[in-house]
């Protein structure tokens, strides 16, 4: 493969960086992270080797579901900044070798958008139809509301209206009614609108969901047949004005429900997908020490679309689902992750970063991090993983992981200067706290998770195997190790992750290669590991250790 060529999918070898501008730098003085903060912390970013910046909500809001429940789709919250500041931080983090991507969250308004509050004024409102409603009671749907320690319902009798609405998250939040062609033509403008501004595309917000016909008539079900031909729209649509625009969907079923979602095998939907069967086998594999998990789940995934990729994660903005467990697996990983009833959430999920989960052990941290961006596909980070930022539990619901960023020991981490009443969020006290964990002692620490992060992007930037090519596991006879070999045309590369605290020998079989093969640590410095005439080798690893090796040939002419 021409190495020019990752540069035309360039979303297949990126590493994403998820940030919430509201909590990352506040450069007013009012608590609260703002655009200007986040351009200034840019050369962070671009220090780091970011290559896309995916911005959370950043839009008029009345902030009842963190900015997800937004009031105007073509509009800044003032709180944050303006249109100039938005530009000038896309024109920033261009320069400096990162795209930028905005959640697009239209399966639902605000109840404050003006668009809802005409709908419920009147049935003859041009509005009405933009959203869904029901006459009767459609009986119990508690179990499916997302969140049920604040809903029981999916539908809320609204007095003015006369009607009830459907809303798959909070009542505050009434879906938008995806069959009605005009609401889908608005949602191409507001697609358009952002695309104009220089994006480089979308992380989309629960995409079964906006595409889900619940509560629509056989009438309205006429008007759009198949809702997957809406996703091929909004993908031709954003091909026709930027060429390399993506669409990045939030879709957690099962891997052969997940492929209808690319477009099946002919693709043509979405560009990449959150990958969250592997990201919960991976969880299962750190509370039994057995990497077995892992590789089911890997081997588990359907073939894709040539232009398609999985976004491999190990934590996100939401709670730690672990939804696609059974109950006895998820009961496993509770009990060695999240024992209090203060650390769970709905029944089937954590609301804990992943620091405090390994008790800061920062043999483990750099083992599970080391694996991420090992997995096959596209790593994404939340923001502060990469110094190893834990949750404040003192926050309710999932908002415990939305700490502010930070940055230094100051106080408030040099997040803000105004007073700690008036910051968007407390910010951590317990040995997670600033004074323990910044941006600013890391970066001066060759030991710290922040150079080794750092490390690990750089490896993987320069490892296109890891996003493009075949991944394999390896036969060895450690459960507790995961062994794999991922090849694109004649490069390979050799990953080694042991997810116990025993030092082991691994065994590996490379089969034939030429004479004066060896294998070359991307990680380590040291002597290469010279196979053996059958392309065989033994290798010591640590408790919690892991090696990235590069297979190298005699005359191969790759940089190691």
């Given amino acids: 493969m021409r190495i020019t060529n990752t540069s035309d999918l360039w979303w297949k070898n990126a590493v994403v960086y998820c940030a919430d501008v509201e909590t990352f730098l506040d450069t007013d003085g009012s608590g609260r992270g703002d655009l200007a903060g986040m351009s200034q912390r840019i050369d962070h970013l671009a220090q780091l080797g970011v290559t896309c910046l995916w911005l959370m909500p950043f839009y008029p809001s009345p902030n009842r579901d963190d900015g997800y429940d937004i009031s105007d789709f073509y509009a800044v919250d003032p709180h944050l900044g303006n249109f100039g500041g938005f530009v000038e931080l896309v024109r920033t983090a261009r320069d400096r070798g990162i795209r930028v991507i905005v959640d697009l969250v239209v399966n639902h308004t605000s109840d404050q958008h003006p668009w809802f509050r005409a709908a419920r004024s009147s049935r003859s409102s041009p509005y009405r139809d933009w959203y869904v409603w029901a006459d009767e009671d459609p009986g119990d749907t508690g179990t499916q509301v997302a969140f049920p320690d604040q809903e029981t319902s999916l539908w809320q009798y609204d007095e003015k209206a006369g009607q009830y609405f459907l809303h798959r998250f909070y009542k505050t939040q009434p879906d938008l009614d995806v069959t009605n062609p005009q609401v889908r033509d608005e949602i191409t403008k507001i697609v358009g609108f952002w695309l104009q501004l220089g994006l480089s595309g979308f992380r989309v917000d629960a995409v079964p969901a906006l595409l889900d016909e619940q509560g629509t008539d056989a009438a309205e079900h006429a008007r759009l047949r198949d809702p997957h031909d809406f996703l091929r729209h909004l993908r031709e649509f954003l091909g026709r004005r930027t060429g390399d625009a993506i669409l990045l969907g939030e879709v957690n079923l099962p891997y052969d429900q997940q492929l209808e979602f690319f477009g099946s095998a002919a693709g043509g939907e979405l560009t990449m997908q959150f990958d969250f069967m592997t990201m919960q086998a991976t969880y299962l594999a750190l509370a039994r020490n057995d990497a077995r ?48 009833p203060a650390m769970q959430l709905y029944g089937h999920g954590l609301r804990r970063r992943l620091p405090p989960m390994l008790d800061g052990d920062p043999r483990r941290l750099k083992l599970a991090y080391s694996l991420l961006f090992s997995l096959p596909g596209t790593p994404v980070l939340f923001y502060g993983e990469e110094i190893g930022m834990g949750e404040n539990l003192d926050i309710p619901d999932r908002y415990s992981v939305r700490t502010p960023m930070q940055w230094s020991a100051q106080p408030n981490g040099g997040f803000s200067t105004a007073s700690p009443a008036k910051l968007a969020r407390p910010i951590s006290s317990d040995g997670f706290a600033p004074e323990h964990v910044n941006v600013e002692d890391q970066r001066h620490d060759p030991e710290s998770l922040l150079s080794f992060v750092t490390l690990l992007v750089q490896r993987y930037r320069t490892t296109p195997e890891l996003g493009w090519g075949t991944w394999q596991a390896l036969e060895q006879p450690h459960v507790e190790v995961l062994a794999a070999r991922t090849s694109l045309d004649d490069g390979v590369v050799v990953t080694l992750h042991n997810l116990s605290p025993q030092a082991v020998t691994v065994p590996l079989e490379l089969g034939e290669l030429p004479e004066g093969t060896r294998l070359v640590d991307l990680l380590l410095r040291g002597d290469p590991v010279q196979l053996n005439a059958d392309g065989s080798a033994h290798l010591e690893l640590p408790g919690y250790g892991h090696r990235w090796l590069r297979v190298v040939r005699p005359g191969d002419r790759r940089l190691v």
């Avoid at 491999?312 to 697996?329: A, I, M, P």
């Fill in 293 to 340: 998990p892992i590789a089911a789940s890997l081997a588990a995934r359907p073939p894709i679309p040539a232009t398609a990729q999985w976004a491999t994660f190990l934590r996100n903005h939401d709670e730690l689902t672990l939804d696609k467990l059974t109950e006895s697996e998820r009961q496993e990983v509770i009990a060695a992750f999240g024992p209090d």
